[in-house]
């Protein structure tokens, strides 16, 4: 958020997901994570608790507000896609460094593992600017069927972070189709002077939605079954999500879900796809 420009609404969102996920909220913090001074810190604090003081609380030794029992009620009803949502931004704001072996951080929050593929920025920018400007570019790309470096020319509609993997979609020219490529096989991206012809609203792919009922695997005993719907399903007997066609492979692998129980057992897969019939002809087929 550029600080000089910021607009209430935009203080108030940021103040809202600090509150919701750290449960409290005081100056030198809004002053670390912004890079405000102490005045305005204190403003940025205010507008938050004139919201509604009925949902913070002093506290004169930590020298801090801390949310009330009241705060949460809002929260008891929100879907999963909300509150992982909101964990998303807040995440987003505040970092989430690996919680490398060789060095020791003051923080609370750490990824177990390292991004190593993180793509290049020249690549990753590269893309951006033409799916922005919806141009055509050439790429230098390598892939396991085809290892040898080769070229394509793709029309790019969507960067697509899957797991911890980036991902372009785009039309290919050549296969006269809309495929996925890794940014970490991209050897070279050359922008054209085309303008691209295909876009994400004609990947039929991409607008399809599909509903993945998940459930746990049904290996696991009835106690073990419990456990799994309170930490995935809210205690509910499952959840469905729903999934772009194009995405549905990636979010099968990402959340480790068996699709045939038969040979993908338990406890190696806790999450198993109950529609799976329907929803096997989503995967990848090449």
């Known amino acids: 958020m550029d600080q000089q420009n910021d ?84 995440l987003s704001m505040v970092g989430l460094p690996y919680a490398s072996a060789m060095e020791d951080g003051e923080g609370v929050m750490w990824s177990a593992t390292p991004s190593i593929n993180a793509p290049s920025p020249k690549i990753f920018a590269a893309l951006n600017n033409a799916i922005r400007q919806a141009m055509a570019v050439d790429i230098e790309y390598m892939s396991l069927s085809e290892p040898a470096p080769h070229r394509r020319i793709i029309h790019p509609h969507s960067l697509v972070l899957a797991g911890r993997r980036w991902h372009v979609r785009a039309y290919s020219e050549t296969n006269q189709d809309y495929r996925d490529y890794a940014l970490g096989r991209i050897i070279e991206v050359k922008p054209l002077a085309q303008l691209a012809d295909r876009s994400r609203h004609d990947d039929p792919d991409w607008n399809t ?46 959340i480790r879900a068996a699709m045939d129980t038969k040979t993908q057992h338990a406890p190696d897969y806790l999450i198993a796809v109950e529609n799976a019939r329907e929803v096997s002809k989503w995967l990848f087929k090449r």
């Open 209 to 254: 939605k599909v509903k993945v009922r998940l459930v746990a695997h049904p290996e696991l005993s009835q106690d073990q079954a419990r456990v799994i719907q309170a930490e995935y399903f809210k205690g509910t007997a499952s959840r469905v999500e729903t999934c772009r066609a194009a995405l549905v492979p990636y979010f099968i692998q990402d």
């Open 7 to 90: 607009s209430p609404q935009q203080r108030l969102s940021l103040m809202e997901l600090l509150l919701v996920w750290e449960g409290r909220i005081y100056r030198s913090r809004v002053c670390e994570l912004f890079g405000i001074g102490l005045p305005r810190a204190s403003q940025w604090i205010k507008e938050i608790r004139d919201l509604d003081r009925s949902r913070l609380d002093w506290d004169s030794k930590a020298r801090s507000y801390f949310v009330t029992a009241d705060f949460y009620k809002q929260y008891t009803k929100a879907t999963q896609a909300v509150i992982s949502e909101s964990l998303s931004r807040y």
